[in-house]
């Protein structure tokens, strides 16, 4: 098991889509862009409150697993692609999981992330 600090650099971004092809064309985005190592999308039924009103509707969450350090710039990557007035965007940490699965999200993103590190020093 790493340590404490390494293990907590790694987050999980959520947003939703009320399209699959939206969210298939955001995921693949974000992949491509190495923003994230692996979006999942899952068909999921909401209910929430909106302008007044209680409202529902079948969306698509997508899950993107990425370092921690991206955790804003992917905010601002959905912020900038997404169709909804108000989207749905929160970051969750990873605090454990399968050493390899984790080393593995921490390869994919780790270019971009150096290329961020590289240009701000």
Not at 56 to 64: F, G, N
Not at 70 to 83: A, E, M, N, S, Y
Not at 86 to 107: H, M, N, Q
């Amino acid at each position: 098991m790493k340590n404490k600090r390494y293990q907590r650099d790694l987050v999980i971004v959520t947003t939703t889509s009320d399209n699959r092809a939206k969210a298939i064309k955001m995921a693949n985005a974000i992949v491509a862009t190495r923003l994230a190592a692996c979006v999942q999308i899952v068909e999921i039924g909401s209910i929430y409150r909106w302008k007044g009103k209680v409202e529902s509707a079948s969306e698509y969450l997508l899950l993107a697993k990425t370092r921690r350090a991206l955790g804003q710039r992917l905010v601002t990557f959905i912020k900038k692609h997404h169709t909804y007035e108000l989207p749905e965007v929160a970051i969750l940490p990873i605090i454990g999981g399968l050493d390899r699965y984790l080393d593995w999200i921490r390869e994919e993103t780790k270019s971009l992330s150096k290329r961020r590190t590289s240009r701000n020093t």
